[in-house]
């Protein structure tokens, strides 16, 4: 990824170089005088262009590094679940999962009676 970092200096390099160029220099005075031509609009317009690359560039570097932490997280996160189960969290997993099961047999039967109760009457 320092190949998008590369870049984003280089552009900011660029612009900068393009900033101290004649065209570019004292744009206020030649504003004031009237003296401030196309070629000058036409050197800041390259100059924020290329600033423009420096600040995109950067950003998707950002990014990158954001989802690159995210990605990472999950890969962590995926290796911790593939490790193995140690034989008291496999009880504690196998009770709950008895528990769950007892609990749907028993709401099934209260389901059944009252279906019964109500069929009776």
Same mark, same amino acid.
């Given at each position: ?11 900011? *390099?660029?612009?900068? $170089?393009?900033? +101290?160029?004649?065209? *570019? ?23 924020y ?5 420096? @600040?995109?560039?950067? %950003? ?15 890969r962590?996160?995926?290796? &911790? ?9 496999? &009880? %504690?997993? &196998? ?7 007892? +609990?749907?047999?028993? %709401?099934?039967?209260?389901?059944? +009676? @009252? $279906? ?6």
């Open positions: 990824m320092s190949q998008i970092q590369d870049k984003a200096d280089n552009a900011y *390099c660029d612009f900068i $170089a393009k900033m +101290r160029r004649d065209l *570019c220099l004292g744009a206020e005075f030649k504003i004031e005088r009237g003296i401030f031509t196309k070629d000058n609009l036409k050197a800041f317009e390259e100059a262009t290329l600033y423009g690359k420096h @600040v995109a560039y950067a %950003d998707c570097e950002k990014d990158y590094a954001t989802l690159q932490a995210e990605l990472d997280a999950l962590r996160e995926n290796e &911790r679940l593939k490790a193995p189960v140690s034989d008291e969290e496999w &009880r %504690d997993s &196998r009770g709950l999962t008895l528990q769950m099961m007892m +609990r749907y047999e028993v %709401d099934a039967m209260i389901a059944e +009676r @009252v $279906a019964q109760s109500t069929q009776e009457k």
